[in-house]
DNA sequence: CCTCCACAGGAAGCGCAGGAGT
DNA sequence: ACTCCTGCGCTTCCTGTGGAGG
């Protein structure tokens, strides 16, 4: 046994690796050269361009479905704008849905103070005394801040617009300093909600992400695989595969990435000579229950219950499951593992969760005589399903 | 046409943890 | 040590509602 163990490390050590360069197939790499969003990049920067010469760039909207580009092409027209000037000009870039980072006003305020080397506490100060100290901050030099806020629509969803409000009215006070925000979101619906008066100062300026194409993945695909694989480990048609399921998926060049990315790791840890459209099939599936799990491993307890019995009525066949029935399963569930049990007003929002991470999705339907209440379904595959209740039983008593 | 179910989902507020100022 | 502030999870109380059955 421990011979064979030997044997496979060191062929493991051995084995040719299908990658050059694996970090290279992440979304986290930013490419010297971004393809196919050549005249969003030039747009932004004449945008942008006024806070070289130290006048204030108008506020800009960025608008475009997941993968399609925006984060990408902000970093790098960031990381070229501190490169030729960086002492009056600072580009602040924000992710908004990083928990814990910034998803709420305090914690936002707190970040943006951090960007500007100047530490805050994680709680404690008073809100207030944050944007008075940002307020300090900023005015003390002549200068631009471009602060993008990245997934925007869910810092807004959760804790409303005060905080952009906030932020352009501080720019009307400041005496040296000025701020410019850019607004990124992949939900243009978003700016229904918000104060007429935030909307148009923060849309002075828009512009669209559209979806990639199948072509265009493709060429995206090949810009990669050519500086991240060995040449020649691709069999033919794989990248446009991947290209073709990720253009089926809104364009999304996230997921081109990760299905290129994954394939190879399957191909390579199954020993197989090259990458084949199987494997891209197989890293389908592993995407989507790699997720699931993840997602559903790192719930509170609560919620996981309540997915449990989501699963459990599922499983029985149910098939319209409502808010009532999962409430009850839920409570028996409690009582068997000796959980204290939440209220019904909680377990809705904690079903509404569920939805919005994409585990379930409900539709608020009305019965008639038996009321209105949410219709549940499960919005997994059938192999994340098989393995999220065999792993949820192991954790829980039924 | 009216009723009334079974919830949805808003509002307020509570208790806790955790940091700052005093 | 004490007070004041925050976020967070949660409860309590509440009003609102689409449409089947009377």
């Known amino acids: 046994m421990q011979e064979k163990l030997k044997k496979f490390f ?37 945008v942008l361009a006024p806070a070289l010469k130290l006048e204030q760039p108008s506020n800009l909207f960025i608008y475009g479905t997941t993968g399609t580009g925006k984060s990408v092409v902000i970093k790098h027209i960031f990381s070229e704008l501190k ?20 998803d709420t006003e305090y914690r936002m305020l707190a970040y943006i103070l951090r960007e500007l080397n100047f530490p805050v506490p994680e709680t404690g100060l008073p809100t207030e005394s944050l944007y008075n100290k940002l307020f300090e901050l900023i005015d003390e030099k002549e200068q631009i801040i471009l602060l993008a806020l990245d997934e925007l629509d869910a810092l807004v969803k959760k ?11 501080i720019n009307t006070e400041l005496k040296n300093a000025k701020i410019s925000i850019i607004g990124i979101s992949n939900d243009l619906s978003f700016t229904d909600d918000l104060d007429p008066r935030v909307r148009s100062s923060l849309s002075e300026e828009e512009i669209i992400f559209p979806p990639y194409n199948a072509l265009q993945l493709k060429d995206i695909l090949q810009q990669r695989a050519k500086i991240a694989l060995k040449p020649g480990v691709c069999s033919e048609g794989v990248i446009e595969k991947c290209a073709a399921i990720a253009a089926q998926e809104q364009g999304d060049a996230r ?7 994954v394939a190879a790791e399957l191909a390579e840890r199954n020993e197989d000579k090259k990458i084949t459209e199987k494997h891209v099939d197989l890293a389908e599936q592993k995407l989507e229950l790699d997720r699931v799990t993840e997602l559903a491993k790192t719930q509170p307890r609560h919620s996981q219950l309540t997915l449990y019995s989501i699963l ?10 409502l808010t009532g029935d999962v409430y009850e399963v839920y409570l028996s569930l409690c009582k068997r593992n000796g959980y204290k049990t939440l209220t019904q007003r909680r377990i809705s929002d904690l079903i509404s969760e569920l939805d919005m991470l994409g585990l379930i999705s409900t539709k608020v339907v009305s019965k008639g005589r038996y009321g209105r209440t949410r219709e549940i379904r499960l919005a997994i595959a059938k192999k994340s399903f098989d393995i999220l209740k065999s792993t949820f039983s192991n954790m829980f008593e039924t």
């Open 10 to 46: 060191s062929s493991y050590i051995n084995k040719e690796s299908f990658f050059l360069d694996k970090k290279l197939l992440t979304h986290n790499y930013i490419p010297d050269k971004i393809l196919h969003r050549d005249e969003q990049i030039m747009s932004i920067a004449k």
């Open 83 to 102: 490169s030729t000037n960086t002492t009056n000009l600072k580009p602040v870039y924000i992710n908004c849905k990083l928990k814990k980072t910034a």
């Open 159 to 169: 804790i409303g617009d005060g905080l952009i409000y906030n932020l352009t009215r």
């Open 255 to 261: 997921r081109a990435l990760d299905l290129l990315r």
């Open 312 to 321: 459990k009525l599922f499983e029985k066949g149910k098939d319209q499951i």
